[in-house]
């Protein structure tokens, strides 16, 4: 069945509940409407929706709230849980073979997507032309790509997103009204221990359409958001315009390599600019011309907790927080580690780990809670779009990365009013000052780490007056501040260029 075929089927039916309201759910949902199928026609539902989630503004259903029976069901989930779904639509009376999502039906799906989506060549003129290196909503980087996009828009510099492939960040544009197209492209990275030596050659498709777009869009210059794209370098390059390279991560730590490290130095060279995001991030990549890089610290907005300053430490229970995909390099496991002690110190405590469940990584921790006997205390939440509540439930958040570029939620927390426990790795020690506005321990040190949990408990005092410094200094990583700056360095390479 591709496409077509299941909207010939489902246009039939009075009723389509899509079963899963994860990035293959909305996906299928954003089929559905664009091909004229009234929203209020399609109802999300899941098993178990205890957190009353909503989805494009449509609360979640659970599967015993809604009559199966008066339409079709579509199961938009991995193929490997299909059988299970199937099994147990039966238990709540659902007798009609549902349609699966099957992996060839989802790529159809989003190549079509991609390709009605297509970045338009025609329109008004472009400033900045911003390339992402993922489609995540879950990432970091996308995140402060879409944010510093309608910043600087608001500013007067006309900027647009290019997207390389399908993915839900599209979502967080759509919110913010900022103009996004599609340009499939690959990028120049693969795993550490991959042989490949050659790069994507479907790239030149890319590269000439982007200079189609930048011809025909008059751009000023192109911005690549990520050490991982570099196709809108080589169009800036061939278009005779400055380009910007915005540097975020260490792609060894992400268990990557560069395809060709030399090639990937020269280019890198060759930007008018390289933002690197910390004093950290710009030791990274020893190759990098130093004359060439200017440290901006990535900007967050500003959050909308309310509790900020005066609910920290007063119930019985504490409350611990850690934010972030669950991975290796995340370190989640210092925290695992120091529940375990603190369990003995008969300290009531409750952890939310918040962020993806998609790594191995995790199975490894949740055997680790199981061994430690800590399952009441330990919740592994996965991913959310609204972080701010458990910032604001969280007496303490803990940043535990070993290798943090800048860390995001480590400004987030501070912002929020959490005493922040960060690892002395990263750029972490850069945001932290060690003590003042927050906490430090040596990375894979639990027993460091949960002496000082166990200190912030007894030194009400000294915890609130960290909290309050955190406050403050978490207010210096703005979306404001960093707008600002970037605006400022993209001027000045159109002043330099136009007195040239």
């Known amino acids: 069945m591709n496409e077509a075929q299941l909207l010939e089927a489902i246009n039939r039916e009075e009723r389509i509940y899509i079963y899963g309201a994860g990035v293959v759910g909305r996906l299928v949902f954003k089929r559905f409407v664009e091909n004229g199928i009234s929203p209020e026609k399609i109802c999300f539902i899941v098993t178990d929706n205890s957190d009353q989630v909503t989805v494009y503004g449509r609360r979640v259903n659970n599967i015993n709230e809604v009559p199966l029976s008066d ?12 059988v299970a779904i199937c099994e147990k639509l039966k238990e709540y ?5 549902p349609i699966g999502i099957n992996e060839e039906l989802r790529r159809d799906m989003e190549l079509n997507h991609v390709r009605d989506k297509a970045f338009r060549e025609e329109g008004e003129d472009i400033d900045i032309l911003l390339m992402t ?9 996308f995140l402060c790509a879409a944010e510093l996009t309608d910043a600087l828009r608001q500013r007067g510099i006309r900027v647009a997103i290019v997207l390389p492939e399908y993915g839900e960040g599209e979502d967080i544009l759509d919110e913010l009204g900022v103009e996004y197209g599609y340009v499939p492209s690959k990028g120049w990275c693969v795993g550490v221990s991959d042989g490949e030596d050659t790069l994507p050659y479907e790239n030149e498709q890319a590269v000439s359409a982007l200079k189609d777009i930048i011809k025909k869009r008059n751009v000023l210059s192109v911005h690549n958001n990520t050490s991982y794209t570099y196709v809108g370098a080589l169009a800036a390059l061939d278009s005779g315009i400055p380009f910007v390279w915005h540097l975020r991560e260490k792609v060894s730590d992400q268990g990557c390599r560069f395809i060709n490290e030399e090639y990937t130095a020269d280019l890198m060279n060759r930007a008018d600019r390289i933002i690197c995001i910390s004093e950290f991030e710009s030791r990274v990549y020893p190759f990098l011309k130093r004359e060439k890089i200017r440290v901006i610290y990535d900007g967050i907005r500003e959050s909308g907790s309310t509790s900020k300053k005066s609910t920290r430490f007063a119930g019985d229970t504490l409350s611990i927080v850690n934010v972030g995909v669950v991975t290796e390099r995340k370190g989640q496991e210092d925290i695992i580690n120091a529940a375990s002690i603190l369990k003995t110190k008969e300290i009531r405590y409750e952890i939310r780990l918040v962020g993806g469940l998609g790594d191995p990584y995790v199975e490894k921790l949740k055997q680790a809670v199981i061994d430690y006997g800590i399952q009441e205390q330990i919740h592994f939440e996965g991913f ?11 007496d303490i958040a803990i940043v535990s990365s070993r290798a943090e570029p ?9 912002q929020n009013g959490c005493l922040t426990i960060g690892a002395n790795a990263g750029a972490t020690s850069e945001l932290i000052q ?34 309050n410094n955190g406050i403050e200094r978490g207010q210096y990583f703005s979306l404001d501040r960093n707008a600002d700056a970037v605006a400022e360095l993209y001027r000045s390479i159109w002043n330099g260029r136009s007195q040239a």
């Open 406 to 414: 800048f860390g995001r939620c480590t400004a987030e927390a501070m």
């Open 384 to 394: 959310t779009d609204d972080v701010d509540k458990y910032y604001e439930w969280a």
């Open 133 to 141: 290196s993922d489609n995540y909503k879950g990432s970091g980087a």
């Open 93 to 97: 009376g659902y007798e009609t073979d």
């Open 434 to 467: 060690d003590g003042l506005n927050g906490l430090l321990y040596e990375p894979g040190n639990a027993t460091e780490l949960a002496r000082i949990i166990i200190e912030t408990v007894a030194n009400e005092e000294k915890s609130t007056r960290i909290i």
């Open 71 to 82: 339409g079709v069901v579509v199961i938009a989930t991995d193929i490997k849980y299909q």
